[in-house]
């Protein structure tokens, strides 16, 4: 089994910044991608931002030049950095990971409990 534990959400005014954490932990061969999404109340599920293994990242629109994905593999850890937060950041923030247990087996999804951000205006 693989565990995603989140830390760093909380209530920031507008033009505040936070910085979220994810922790990978189990059963962990490698791990392919790493990913934020979020969810706001009577909302789907969007994709935030997303990194590879080997670094390539990918942006929501509506985050692009405030946000940051980064990851330390050795720590088996996905960070975003959120800056310039909006009030329509507020959500709750979710880690996704694309787990390989074994050297052959397939990679499969693992997600966190998620963590809440609340930003004021």
């Known amino acids: 089994q693989v565990q995603l534990v989140e830390s760093g959400g909380g209530l920031v005014q507008a033009g505040g910044s936070l910085r979220l954490s994810c922790a990978a932990s189990g059963n962990i061969f490698s791990i392919t991608a790493m990913a934020w999404y979020r969810q706001a109340p009577g909302k789907q599920r969007e994709l935030v931002a997303s990194?590879?293994?080997?670094?390539?990242?990918n942006y929501a629109e509506s985050v692009k030049g405030r946000f940051t994905i980064s990851r330390d593999n050795a720590k088996n850890t996905v960070y975003l950095q959120m800056d310039s937060l909006k009030p329509e950041d507020s959500a709750d923030y979710y880690c996704n990971a694309q787990v390989r247990s074994s050297r052959f087996g397939a990679a499969s999804a693992y997600w966190g409990q998620g963590t809440q951000v609340t930003v004021s205006s």
């Open positions: 990194i590879s293994s080997g670094g390539s990242t």
